[in-house]
């Protein structure tokens, strides 16, 4: 009743949702490179919406390619009519996204992981992409944590950078670099939610 009243008096429909996708198996530690060069852009790029969201589609591409690999997902959200609302919520997914288990990334790191083979690899990876967005998109406003929508709603991130309706892109990761290790304990601990799919 509330939707469609606030639409009818022209109001702004935002939705900002969380996606949290747990890959598991012993090739899932080369997507850390991925993420961790679209880190870097992200940084550097100082909140430019059309870099971010270039790296949110290829992240987006990189996840379905490693489709074998998914083993349980989770996703959240609300739906806001107040831009400041919708900011507030953002603030709130990204601060619990940054305290969960091995999301910091360190930049400044030393070690030169190329060139050894020593390196322990992490059998885990979590991403976690919160996103807010204005209009409607089914796709992400539904349960994600079966294979089929999970990919459908990917893909509807994909095409929100291109139709330009994306307001705000956020991307953590545990562990947050090649080297770190996330264990089947630290993944129960810091990420209870998780349904296996």
């Not at 400041?84 to 953002?90: I, L, P, R």
């Not at 930049?107 to 992981?113: I, M, Q």
């Not at 294979?147 to 994909?158: C, F, V, Y």
């Amino acid at each position: 009743m509330r939707d469609s009243f606030n639409r009818m008096i022209g109001k702004t429909r935002y939705v900002v949702c969380r996606i949290m996708l747990h890959l598991s198996g012993t090739e899932v530690a080369p997507i850390l490179g991925v993420l961790n060069r679209a880190a870097r852009e992200a940084i550097d790029a100082e909140g430019d919406m059309e870099v971010l969201g270039e790296g949110l589609v290829e992240l987006c591409e990189t996840l379905m390619r490693y489709e074998e690999y998914w083993l349980s997902a989770a996703n959240e959200g609300d739906v806001f009519w107040s831009e400041g609302e919708a900011g507030d919520y953002v603030n709130e997914l990204f601060t619990d996204s940054a305290q969960r288990y091995g999301t910091e990334l360190d930049f400044h790191s030393t070690s030169d992981y190329d060139e050894s083979f020593s390196v322990p690899v992490t059998r885990n990876v979590v991403v976690m992409i919160t996103v807010a967005f204005e209009g409607e998109v089914p796709e992400l406003e539904t349960d994600l944590a079966n294979i089929t929508a999970l990919k459908e709603g990917l893909k509807a991130l994909i095409g929100l950078h291109y139709k330009h309706k994306l307001r705000a892109i956020q991307v953590h990761f545990s562990p947050a670099q090649l080297g770190d290790e996330l264990t089947n304990d630290q993944l129960l601990q810091h990420y209870p939610e998780l349904i296996p799919l």
